[in-house]
């Protein structure tokens, strides 16, 4: 079956510019994660959701950041007024119901370069 | 707070040649934990996860991890690697107490480097 799937594959930004990340889940996975993933580095947690539910942003590096999954499917990372120091890779990550064992299934990530 | 150390950034070996990757995890409350493997420009698979019982877990192609309560540790194995297997490997950490409820938490990953 179809996996996690994200969009686009590539971003360029100019610094100052808004940008918008899709994730689509697979079907009728409950849990959502956003990671964060620097070069040479590992992933970092962003934002989780369960459903529609936002129920962690703890992650979140400031209030330019701001994610969203308005009908518990598809989600949208969207930054605002980009950094340089916001380039990195974006991953999403879904699961299939709540919980600390379950297995996450990643997307092919986002590279996002501010210039 | 949890956190993951992989002991070395890089892993040079001959094809055919035994692997170990090393993790190290900190936590004060029980933990569950994975291994995740990257190829370039793709995202991350799981190879592997203990949630609880025998402390010999196996994975998919040829890989296992032992997990050890006393020394926490959940090094990752294979007797004899492939040209294929040369990717970078990422040990993760999950459980209550961590930074949200589910979220894995990753150490700064292993490049496995096989050549011939």
């Known amino acids: 079956g179809a996996g996690v799937s994200q969009s686009p594959r590539y971003k360029v930004a100019k610094r100052g510019q808004d940008v918008a990340l899709r994730c689509d889940p697979i079907s009728g996975h409950v849990s959502l994660f956003w990671y964060q993933q620097a070069l040479g580095q590992g992933p970092e947690f962003l934002t989780y959701?369960?459903?529609?539910?936002?129920?962690?942003k703890s992650g979140l590096p400031s209030d330019r950041f701001f994610a969203e999954r308005p009908e518990g499917s598809v989600s949208t990372l969207k930054i605002q007024r980009t950094q340089q120091e916001d380039s990195a890779v974006y991953l999403c990550?879904?699961?299939?119901?709540?919980?600390?064992?379950?297995?996450?299934?990643f997307g092919p990530g986002t590279r996002l370069l501010v210039l | 707070a949890q956190s993951v150390t992989q002991l070395d950034s890089q892993v040079p070996v001959f094809e055919e040649a035994p692997v170990e990757l090393r993790c190290n995890y900190s936590?004060?409350?029980?933990?569950?934990l994975f291994w995740y493997v990257q190829y370039p420009n793709q995202g991350l698979q799981l190879l592997l996860k203990y949630l609880s019982g025998s402390t010999l877990v196996k994975g998919i192609n040829g890989f296992e991890a032992e997990f050890n309560k006393s020394q926490t540790s959940f090094h990752l194995r294979k007797p004899s690697v492939h040209i294929s297997d040369t990717a970078e490997y990422f040990c993760?950490?999950?459980?209550?107490?961590?930074?949200?409820?589910?979220?894995?938490?990753f150490g700064k990953g292993t490049t496995l480097s096989v050549s011939s």
């Open positions: 936590s004060s409350v029980s933990v569950y």
């Open positions: 993760a950490v999950s459980g209550p107490g961590g930074q949200a409820g589910t979220a894995l938490i």
């Open positions: 959701f369960q459903n529609e539910a936002q129920l962690d």
């Open positions: 990550a879904s699961s299939l119901a709540w919980g600390s064992q379950e297995t996450q299934y």
